[in-house]
């Protein structure tokens, strides 16, 4: 039988089973303290219990920087969306260890960032702290992080992406290009839209990579099947590709990497400056290949034509993509 005892402001459950070494842990509330009782003794009951030891020494702002050296070890690089809200979960847990973390804590963690971000960022940062925590190949009695996703998912307070229809308007393009004068931002703006190509993908973007002769560009592109989880493909140049990329090469000047900023993630944040600067709201630079896959669509491009360029997988990751606008489906047909 469990002994719940209160220290301070909080119940400290303690578990003493004849063939087992003595566990304990402390919870928030009694209710907490009870439940986690039940399950352990439970677990020691049917045979399923495990020695999770190992785990209380090791601390979740460790699992965070485990996490990160396991890609970059590869030469991967964890782009900066996946940083930010790793480093949150550090920063909020520091010193916490995996052993000791309750549900309530991380459902306290979950409500303090929804107060400031939305219910599909916040449902990326939780699958970025499971992620954690499976990376970490720690034994766990049970995944705390993994029951605390369960019950936001049952209280729908974490949602799947919503699907975004933003489109540049005409006048936003010129704000755009007027402020941006001659820096690189407006060579990524016109590529990004001319092409559909992702940011990492412009970023990396070489002119040894373009053959204009047989008119296509070999993209190093995101694929879970092939080794590394990225393969190279070869997509169409088309003429306003073509067109975009002798403007920044003219403009930019000599050299084989078109942009030679150091990170993919400095040409969102230098579009998010430019934007705010010409006071336009609510669109990021990824709209643009949002943009670039309607243009094409409206004008004519036939689907599998579509996803040559794109590089989706099915029609129903195209679809996220395509907006058409109603007004000119109207005067075309």
Same mark, same amino acid.
């Given at each position: 039988?469990?002994?719940?005892?209160?220290?301070?402001?909080?119940?400290?459950?303690?578990?003493?089973?004849?063939?087992?070494?003595?566990?304990?842990?402390?919870?928030?509330?009694?209710?907490?303290?009870?439940?986690?009782?039940?399950? *352990?003794?439970?677990?020691? =009951?049917?045979?399923?219990?495990?020695?999770?030891?190992? $785990?209380? /020494?090791? %601390?979740?702002? &460790? #699992?965070?920087?485990?996490?990160?050296?396991?890609?970059?070890?590869?030469?991967?690089?964890?782009?900066?969306?996946?940083?930010?809200?790793?480093?949150?979960?550090?920063?909020?847990?520091?010193?916490?260890?995996?052993?000791?973390?309750? *549900?309530?804590?991380?459902? =306290?963690?979950?409500?303090?960032?929804?107060?400031?971000? $939305?219910? /599909?960022? %916040?449902?990326? &940062? #939780?699958?970025?702290?499971?992620?954690?925590?499976?990376?970490?190949?720690?034994?766990?009695?049970?995944?705390?992080?993994?029951?605390?996703?369960?019950?936001?998912?049952?209280?729908?307070?974490?949602?799947?992406?919503?699907?975004?229809?933003?489109?540049?308007?005409?006048?936003?393009?010129?704000?755009?290009?007027?402020?941006?004068?001659?820096?690189?931002?407006?060579?990524?703006?016109?590529?990004?839209?001319?092409?559909?190509?992702?940011?990492?993908?412009?970023?990396?973007?070489?002119?040894?990579?373009?053959?204009?002769?047989?008119?296509?560009?070999?993209?190093?592109?995101?694929?879970?099947?092939?080794?590394?989880?990225?393969?190279?493909?070869?997509?169409?140049?088309?003429?306003?590709?073509?067109?975009?990329?002798?403007?920044?090469?003219?403009?930019?000047?000599?050299?084989?990497?078109?942009?030679?900023?150091?990170?993919?993630?400095?040409?969102?944040?230098?579009?998010?400056?430019?934007?705010?600067?010409?006071?336009?709201?609510?669109?990021?630079?990824?709209?643009?290949?949002?943009?670039?896959?309607?243009?094409?669509?409206?004008?004519?491009?036939?689907?599998?034509?579509?996803?040559?360029?794109?590089?989706?997988?099915?029609?129903?990751?195209?679809?996220?993509?395509?907006?058409?606008?109603?007004?000119?489906?109207?005067?075309?047909?």
């Amino acid at each position: 039988m469990a002994t719940i005892r209160k220290r301070g402001s909080k119940y400290q459950a303690q578990i003493r089973v004849k063939g087992y070494p003595p566990q304990s842990k402390s919870f928030a509330t009694q209710a907490a303290a009870k439940a986690w009782a039940r399950r *352990v003794e439970s677990s020691m =009951d049917n045979g399923s219990w495990i020695d999770t030891s190992e $785990s209380r /020494s090791v %601390l979740i702002d &460790q #699992m965070v920087d485990d996490l990160i050296l396991s890609f970059e070890r590869f030469g991967i690089e964890v782009p900066k969306t996946k940083i930010s809200p790793l480093k949150q979960i550090a920063r909020f847990f520091e010193g916490k260890s995996i052993h000791d973390l309750t *549900v309530d804590e991380v459902l =306290d963690f979950a409500a303090e960032r929804r107060k400031t971000v $939305s219910a /599909s960022t %916040l449902q990326s &940062q #939780m699958y970025y702290f499971r992620q954690t925590v499976k990376n970490s190949r720690i034994k766990l009695q049970e995944d705390v992080v993994e029951i605390a996703i369960a019950e936001l998912i049952r209280k729908k307070i974490i949602l799947g992406s919503v699907w975004r229809d933003r489109r540049l308007e005409l006048h936003e393009y010129v704000l755009l290009m007027k402020a941006a004068k001659k820096h690189w931002i407006r060579h990524a703006i016109d590529i990004a839209i001319e092409s559909g190509m992702r940011q990492g993908e412009i970023h990396a973007l070489k002119i040894s990579d373009i053959d204009f002769k047989k008119g296509v560009i070999k993209v190093l592109r995101k694929d879970p099947k092939s080794e590394g989880g990225k393969k190279l493909c070869k997509i169409p140049l088309l003429k306003g590709v073509r067109e975009a990329i002798l403007r920044a090469q003219n403009d930019i000047g000599e050299g084989d990497k078109l942009f030679r900023v150091k990170k993919s993630a400095s040409i969102s944040d230098k579009f998010a400056e430019l934007r705010k600067k010409v006071g336009i709201t609510n669109l990021t630079f990824h709209d643009l290949r949002h943009e670039a896959i309607s243009r094409m669509f409206e004008r004519g491009m036939s689907v599998e034509q579509v996803r040559l360029v794109s590089g989706h997988s099915s029609l129903d990751q195209l679809s996220r993509y395509t907006n058409l606008k109603p007004e000119d489906v109207a005067k075309k047909y």
